[in-house]
């Protein structure tokens, strides 16, 4: 009885393991998925696609433009994709990692070391979103003006 305790306390304690260091999945067809949350990420900062993020160049986005294009968005044969709230993009900072960008760019290459837009507005005042920037990895104390900024964005499906 003490043998079987002892090896299902160890098998339990290798899945706790196993779902703090879960990490990506690149699921080879323009997306990755965070094996931890469950969240399915575009691989590419938004519009660039192709192998290893090639093809096309990021671009900037105002706020309400980021939203359209992360709801039209078609990858993978899914068209349920949104812009990221602040605790989801924060989910993806490689703050371990030194040097720019604080991603992990195994997973997301060609990412730049930028300010990306989450769907977060800030509380009491909606013309402001937070975001997080991508070249330091926290996310920002005090959020910008939706219409007058222009960042980064990677759109997020599921959770």
């Given at each position: 009885m003490k043998a079987i305790v002892s090896a299902l306390l160890a098998l339990s304690?290798?899945?706790?393991?196993?779902?703090?260091?879960?990490?990506?999945?690149?699921?080879?067809?323009?997306t990755v998925t965070d094996l931890g949350s469950k969240l399915m990420w575009q691989q590419c900062t938004a519009p660039a696609g192709g192998t290893n993020c090639a093809s096309g160049t990021p671009a900037t986005y105002y706020w309400d433009n980021a939203l359209g294009y992360c709801n039209g968005l078609v990858l993978a044969g899914y068209t349920d994709w949104r812009l990221p709230n602040i605790k989801e993009l924060h989910s993806i900072v490689d703050a371990a990692k030194p040097g720019n960008p604080t991603i992990n760019t195994t997973y997301f290459p060609a990412t730049p070391a930028a300010d990306f837009w989450?769907?977060?507005?800030?509380?009491?005042?909606?013309?402001?979103a937070w975001y997080v920037p991508f070249s330091i990895g926290i996310t920002m104390t005090s959020p910008v003006s939706k219409n007058s900024t222009m960042l980064n964005i990677r759109c997020v499906r599921g959770g």
């Open positions: 304690l290798v899945t706790v393991a196993q779902l703090a260091c879960a990490g990506f999945s690149n699921n080879s067809d323009g989450s769907s977060t507005t800030f509380s009491g005042t909606t013309g402001y």
